[in-house]
């Protein structure tokens, strides 16, 4: 694995977690799937299809 790899593949697991985090926060704050979803649609600039898997994600976890 080159550095860049390594650079890379820590900067998504970094994402991930913050993504987890800020559903997680969200959740008990009663916001609603729809509602997170499109918050990380908006804060994090990700498409529909990715922000509805890291919901998914995040809540497999809970």
Do not use: C, H, P, W
């Not at 694995?1 to 559903?23: F, G, W």
Request: hydrophobic letters at 40%; glycine letters at 2%.
């Amino acid at each position: 694995m080159t550095i860049e790899e390594y650079a890379a593949r820590q900067s998504a697991y970094v994402r991930e977690e913050k993504e987890n985090q800020t559903i997680k926060g969200l959740v008990k704050l009663n916001l609603s799937q729809e509602q997170i979803i499109e918050f990380l649609v908006q804060n994090f600039k990700l498409d529909k299809q990715a922000a509805v898997k890291a919901y998914e994600r995040a809540m497999a976890t809970v």
